[in-house]
């Protein structure tokens, strides 16, 4: 059964820093990996699609990273700004592909402070 | 172009009662998903449909929740019969395809609190 843990629960840092998010997933047969932002009260907004066949994802400042045979993925913001904060969800695709049925981690919660 | 729409964005029930949630789709997008997100928890996957079918409803509870997505009109979430245990974010998102290729499309969500 797959699994999705995303560490650190929760992380603060100070205006224009460089930060990675972690997620991981304990089946590697995965056909793609999402990374979603979730404002409070809001719905999820999709940040980063990244192909199972793929090793990363730009948009902006925000780079997706994929390591399938290890479990992992990180989602790398640099020049943090405040605007920034909200929760970061990682979800993955585990099956064919033939549904956008998603397991999702429980999400990392940044605060960016100005 | 709206995205996926859905109401109510609030919902008070009284244990026992039904809770009727709407979803309406991204135009054109006939993939409708319905997830829960249960307090201090991520979003977990309940059912799947596409217009007029179920595809996977394997996270549906079995008893007192129902879905359908109906030729014309929204996708509803029906839960019968309300317990506190239901009080959760409901989210809806909608795809045009039924494979894992295109993103989510996710709408705001209903928020459920039974009393």
């Known amino acids: 059964k797959q699994e999705v843990t995303q560490i650190p629960a929760a992380l603060s840092v100070p205006e224009g820093e460089n930060l990675v998010l972690n997620c991981s997933f304990t089946?590697?047969?995965?056909?793609?990996l999402q990374w979603f932002r979730q404002d409070p009260g809001k719905g999820l907004t999709s940040l980063l699609l990244i192909q199972s066949s793929q090793r990363e994802q730009t948009s902006g400042r925000l780079n997706a990273s994929l390591d399938k045979s290890s479990g992992r993925s990180t989602l790398y913001i640099a020049a943090s700004q405040p605007g920034d904060s909200a929760t970061y969800l990682c979800a993955v695709n585990s099956g064919s592909g033939n549904t956008g049925k998603l397991i999702f981690g429980q999400g990392t919660t940044l605060q960016v402070k100005p | 172009n709206a995205g996926v729409m859905q109401n109510p964005r609030h919902l008070v029930r009284r244990r026992g009662q039904e809770a009727r949630l709407r979803c309406s789709p991204v135009?054109?997008?006939?993939?409708v998903y319905w997830y829960r997100q249960l307090p201090e928890e991520g979003l977990k996957f309940m059912v799947y449909?596409?217009?007029?079918?179920?595809?996977?409803e394997s996270g549906m509870p079995k008893e007192r929740f129902s879905a359908e997505f109906p030729k014309e009109g929204p996708s509803i979430l029906r839960i019968q019969q309300v317990v506190r245990g239901d009080s959760a974010a409901y989210f809806c998102?909608?795809?045009?395809?039924?494979?894992?290729?295109?993103?989510?499309?996710f709408g705001n969500g209903t928020r459920l609190t039974v009393t």
């Open positions: 089946d590697s047969a995965i056909y793609n």
């Open positions: 998102a909608s795809s045009p395809l039924g494979t894992g290729d295109s993103p989510l499309h």
């Open positions: 135009k054109g997008h006939s993939h």
């Open positions: 449909l596409q217009k007029e079918n179920i595809i996977d």
